[in-house]
């Protein structure tokens, strides 16, 4: 998701100074449009759920996103079976272009699901499916996982694709109207209105800086948007205004400003800003100056056929994965440079303020400590400094079991202290989907697949209250929200521990139980049960 600034808070049913511009924001005394939904955050999962309710007939949609201009950030993603199935509820149409965009990124030329003609025996014989291969620290392949869409295709009923966030985002904001979609809108406030029906959002505007939302960058809107969205700006060039909507969609990523603005003043304030998973990410996507002797060394010992391969030091003890593994993905990039992203355990503190070359030490000492094979630290070690970076994994826990370190579980006693009962992913006509409400780190591929999830119950729901016009009825929007997390939060606890232990990797029992909890639902059958 694009990442939100620091923004003070208030309830929605209150009317609290949350922000030094906040005062300059006057409600007019005659109400302005009324939206049926207002979506907070032109990400993914923000901008697939104004596709499915315009697919259904709620056209009076916008949505706001705090960036200045969409600009070409994010990494490369993957989405599983039940992401492009949740799409493919929301709106065929989507699907089928994300699909077309995605297919061929990591992929050869495949069949997209359809039926094709049979090749000869030699025909088949020299055609492999990529792969991604799992390796231990001697180079011996702990499980392989096809990148072919087919494969996947033929084992759970939908495929699989990797796509760049940007391009998965380019093309879905392609889908809506242009005038539907507005940049440089910063949520600063959200207040009830129930003398309206509704909530306002009180939003400023930089209009110091012009920029298509809608162009590929060129240099100017480059040069514009390096400059900090923090940075301290002439009163003059600020604008604000408010938006009033019947329901708000708050899709604006883990560090959601309206999680903020509904739980930092509330019993809930310890769960407002997302908790550090205990995980991070220390990474380098491109090294060109390689040695003859260590290229060769890394592919004969871990690539070999594979253009991305993850090489672990995973432990098993009984049932279950030490967590405190470390796991590097190296990879090939198109242009031929390798790169590496490398997951593991450490204190937020050992990464905070480090400098690149800090890293690249902090790397190495985990390694060595771990025993990783000296090929894989002379790469670390070559990395360029001006490639090095670090990314502290970050969560909003779906269980309480897993949000709270406890010697004895039994020992809670929720109904006593309210810090330990979890917030409800709604308040009033405000819902949380996607990493606003769930998220977590990004180990197995599922925060824009489960955001999908998300995005096509809530779309679901608010049909339904679109076509029964309970649009100012408070109970019936309340019970369809809880529906909405009811069905949503059993599932997203199931993935997130899976995430944190990864231990669908350790056994192909236990990744066929992963893929039938996580892969193989009936979605239709999940829509008859919300109507």
């Not at 369809?480 to 669908?504: G, H, I």
């Amino acid at each position: 998701m694009l990442e939100t600034e620091s923004s003070p808070h208030t309830h929605t049913n209150t009317s609290t100074k949350v922000d030094t511009l906040a005062d300059s924001v006057v409600s007019s005394s005659a109400p302005q449009e009324i939206y049926d939904v207002v979506v907070v955050g032109a990400g993914l999962i923000g901008l697939a759920t104004a596709i499915g309710l315009r697919k259904r007939g709620i056209e009076n949609v916008l949505v706001i996103d705090q960036t200045r201009a969409f600009r070409e950030i994010g990494q490369i993603l993957d989405l599983h079976p039940n992401g492009l199935q949740a799409l493919k509820h929301l709106d065929p149409n989507a699907y089928e272009e994300v699909k077309k965009t995605g297919l061929g990124f990591l992929n050869p030329k495949q069949s997209n699901g359809q039926k094709t003609i049979e090749p000869t025996q030699e025909q088949q014989a020299p055609k492999t499916s990529p792969q991604w291969v799992y390796k231990d620290l001697q180079g011996q392949i702990i499980r392989s996982i096809s990148l072919s869409f087919d494969d996947w295709f033929k084992d759970y009923g939908e495929g699989r694709v990797s796509i760049s966030w940007y391009n998965l985002q380019t093309t879905l904001r392609q889908l809506l109207p242009q005038d539907r979609v507005k940049a440089n809108h910063r949520c600063i406030n959200v207040v009830n209105e129930p003398e309206n029906d509704c909530v306002r959002i009180d939003c400023v505007a930089n209009t110091g800086i012009e920029a298509n939302p809608y162009a590929y960058w060129i240099d100017g809107q480059k040069h514009n948007e390096t400059q900090p969205q923090n940075s301290d700006v002439a009163p003059q060039e600020l604008a604000t205004k408010s938006i009033r909507a019947k329901l708000i969609v708050a899709a604006d990523g883990i560090n959601s400003t309206v999680r903020r603005l509904l739980y930092t003043d509330s019993q809930y304030h310890n769960f407002a800003r997302p908790e550090y998973s205990g995980f991070a990410a220390i990474f380098c996507r491109e090294i060109a100056e390689i040695a003859k002797e260590l290229r060769t060394k890394l592919e004969e010992d871990f690539f070999q056929d594979s253009t991305v391969v993850t090489i672990t030091n995973d432990e098993i003890s009984g049932n279950s994965v030490c967590i405190n593994n470390i796991r590097i993905i190296l990879f090939h990039r198109p242009t031929g440079e390798l790169g590496y992203i490398i997951h593991l355990a450490l204190p937020l503190d050992s990464l905070q303020g480090k400098s690149e070359s800090s890293l690249i030490d902090l790397a190495l000492q985990e390694l060595e400590k771990a025993g990783f094979p000296d090929a894989l630290k002379q790469l670390v070690r070559i990395s360029p400094l001006a490639k090095m970076q670090q990314r502290p994994y970050y969560i909003h826990h779906a269980s309480i079991s897993d949000s709270l370190q406890v010697s004895n579980p039994t020992d809670l006693n929720t109904e006593a202290d309210p810090a330990k009962i979890l917030p409800a992913w709604s308040v009033g006509r405000i819902v949380l989907v996607g990493d606003a409400a769930h998220g977590m780190p990004p180990f197995m591929a599922q925060g824009a697949n489960q955001g999908f999830e998300d995005a096509l119950v809530v779309t679901t729901l608010i049909t339904k209250i679109a076509e029964e016009n309970n649009w100012d009825d408070p109970q019936a929007i309340a019970k369809a929200f809880e529906k909405y997390e009811c069905l949503r939060r059993p599932l997203m606890a199931y993935v997130q521990q899976a995430t944190l232990k990864r231990s669908p990797y350790s056994s192909d029992k236990e990744w066929q139980e992963y893929a039938q909890q996580v892969y193989c639902r009936n979605f239709d059958q999940l829509i008859e049960g919300l109507l």
